[in-house]
């Protein structure tokens, strides 16, 4: 269920609009006469804690609103299930039970049938469920037509469910990392589980200040907060390069970022002659206006812009020693599937002056997100297989990871052939 409110809002003109969606929501009928939902990006509602025109972007995960409502609905059903059970054995020993079992088989005759009523219980609880709604277009700039006090109570109850997220879910999930339960691998895998307990990726931040004493945790988050910031830093950069030389911009990069890059104005303004001509010395402006995008920057300036865009998205605060504590063939890797970077298949020196070079970048592929079939089954099995991996149980881990390849080729071969290549490294 998608837990969304049925609500009004106002349309350009100030009429009053009844909805079940967000505003941005679009319904179409085809050609073939059926009726069609375009636009679904946020169908959940807006994260209190980010809120502004910025943040617009920032809604809440389809698992943490499950979550929460099914927190919601345990806080409510107790009170009908906990008597059940004290009942039976109030104030009475084990032997006054046995040898009052004939005098009461009438009344438990009668406890049976009054126990066949409460079976609607869970069609009950599914009623207290299906009152938490939720209304996507809260925290925007659209204008809603409820009255003040139901808006009220609208934001309320988004503002509850980003306070159990930070106070419920993340801490559990910091247990959970720190007892072992939950053991991500490699950056993949922790946004996986990130997702799976509906935090969001921007929360990596918080989670990474939590877990300061697990040096293995520390340096798995921080180098995945570096990544990600390092990949919109080389997209603006790619941006503003014309094609032809993408290939130098993302090799200029690399450099100011593994390696140590200094001024450009240092170097290539002592060999230029006087006696060149006009015409040279305009083509070479030129040269250096297509360049200008990528030719000034730094080590020191593109960590400047990866510290900056870190503290402003994930809220982390990169240490001084960043550039030397990560491992840095684990950030290449993660970084050249993140921007789409096919590079030469040869021995780099990263901790050279320029570790690479224009001819080392092969190709620029575009990173698309879609949806994949997954089968959760099959990947709990993988992960328990990974954990049994960890501790050096060769059996169970055998015997785990052939269930799941069993499970993947039954779906599809060549989903299995992926998710046991990726287990195997």
């Not at 609009?17 to 679904?40: F, M, P, Q």
């Not at 009170?79 to 009438?106: L, M, R």
């Not at 939950?182 to 200040?209: E, F, W």
Request: hydrophobic share 35%; net charge negative.
């Amino acid at each position: 269920r998608l837990h969304v409110k049925e609500h009004v809002v106002l349309d350009g003109s100030g009429n009053p609009v009844k909805l079940a969606a967000t505003v941005e929501c679009k319904g179409i009928v085809g050609s073939d006469d059926r009726h069609y939902i375009l636009d679904l990006m946020r169908v959940t509602p807006r994260d209190s804690n980010y809120i502004g025109l910025q943040h617009r972007f920032c809604v809440l995960r389809p698992e943490l609103v499950a979550s929460f409502v099914e927190a919601e609905s345990i806080k409510k059903s107790p009170t009908e299930k906990v008597p059940d059970a004290p009942t039976e054995s109030n104030g009475q020993e084990p032997d006054d039970i046995a040898s009052g079992s004939d005098a009461t088989a009438a009344s438990v005759e009668e406890h049976d049938k009054s126990d066949e009523t409460p079976v609607s219980t869970p069609a009950e609880s599914n009623d207290m469920t299906a009152e938490i709604l939720f209304n996507p277009n809260v925290f925007t700039e659209y204008k809603l037509a409820g009255s003040p006090e139901e808006i009220e109570v609208d934001e309320a109850l988004v503002k509850k469910v980003g306070s159990y997220l930070l106070d419920t879910v993340i801490p559990k999930f910091v247990q959970d990392l720190c007892s072992l339960d939950v053991s991500p691998m490699d950056g993949q895998t922790l946004t996986d589980v990130l997702h799976s307990n509906g935090i969001n990726v921007r929360y990596l931040g918080k989670v990474a200040g939590m877990i300061k004493h697990l040096p293995h945790l520390w340096d798995l988050f921080s180098a995945e907060i570096i990544v990600r910031s390092a990949k919109h830093v080389v997209k603006d950069i790619l941006r503003q390069s014309p094609d032809h030389n993408i290939a130098p911009a993302v090799a200029h990069f690399l450099n100011c970022f593994f390696g140590k890059v200094l001024a450009a104005s240092s170097k290539g303004s002592t060999g230029s002659p006087q006696s060149k001509t006009q015409k040279k010395s305009s083509e070479s402006a030129s040269s250096k206006k297509g360049q200008s995008a990528f030719s000034q920057l730094t080590s020191d300036g593109v960590w400047s812009d990866i510290k900056e865009f870190a503290k402003h998205k994930y809220q982390f605060e990169a240490p001084d020693d960043v550039r030397v504590g990560t491992k840095r063939v684990a950030v290449l890797r993660n970084l050249c599937q993140k921007v789409g970077i096919t590079i030469a298949a040869r021995k780099y020196d990263l901790h050279s002056t320029t570790p690479f070079q224009p001819s080392d970048i092969l190709n620029l592929q575009p990173v698309v997100k879609h949806s994949v079939p997954t089968c959760t089954d099959a990947r709990k099995l993988m992960e328990a297989g990974k954990i049994r991996m960890a501790e050096v149980c060769i059996s169970y881990t055998v015997l785990f990871l052939t269930c799941t390849w069993l499970i993947f080729q039954y779906m599809n071969f060549a989903n299995s052939c992926s998710c046991i290549s990726g287990n195997s490294k």
